[in-house]
């Protein structure tokens, strides 16, 4: 997949989507700092961790 392209946008836009979900959780302050720094830091993988861990998710 060409991250430089369509991928890389449409990678962008669902970051920016997980990151406002972030800042309107109840999460506690610093829970939605970490989930904000792997979110930017890891763009694809730690987008995929918040889609299963995130805050507010309930546990397996």
Do not use: N
């Not at 920016?16 to 972030?22: D, L, N, P, S």
């Not at 970490?34 to 397996?60: E, H, N, R, S, T």
Request: charged share 10%; aromatic share 12%; glycine share 10%.
């Amino acid at each position: 997949m060409d991250l430089t392209g369509i991928g890389g946008l449409i990678i962008l836009i669902a970051d920016i989507y997980a990151i406002v979900m972030i800042l309107q959780s109840s999460a506690k302050s610093i829970e939605k700092l970490i989930w904000f720094l792997v979110v930017i830091l890891l763009p694809l993988i730690g987008l995929i961790i918040w889609y299963f861990a995130g805050p507010g998710k309930k546990p397996f």
